[in-house]
């Protein structure tokens, strides 16, 4: 990952990493609704969102990529 491990939002990044595509996508909505609702609320919101939403296309392509048994 390619962001600075230092930073809050490298943070949060590396840990939803470890995340599946439905826990991903609760956080991403609820993050995104939050934001919209209260606009700067969250400092860094937006560039969250983009990671999140990175994240979550990533496991969707892991998905179609590995073999079915």
């Known amino acids: 990952m ?3 491990r230092n930073s ?3 943070a949060v990044l590396q840990f939803a ?3 599946r ?3 991903l996508f609760a956080i991403a909505a609820a993050l ?3 934001d919209l609702l209260i ?3 969250i400092p860094f ?3 969250l969102l983009l990671g999140l939403v990175t994240l979550m296309l990533g496991t969707l392509k892991q998905h179609k ?3 079915s048994s």
Do not use: K, R, W, Y
């Open 2 to 4: 390619a962001v600075a």
């Open 8 to 10: 809050l939002v490298g």
């Open 17 to 19: 990493a470890g995340l």
């Open 21 to 23: 595509f439905p826990t």
């Open 32 to 34: 995104f609704l939050l």
């Open 39 to 41: 606009p700067d609320f």
């Open 45 to 47: 919101a937006d560039e």
């Open 65 to 67: 990529d590995s073999p």
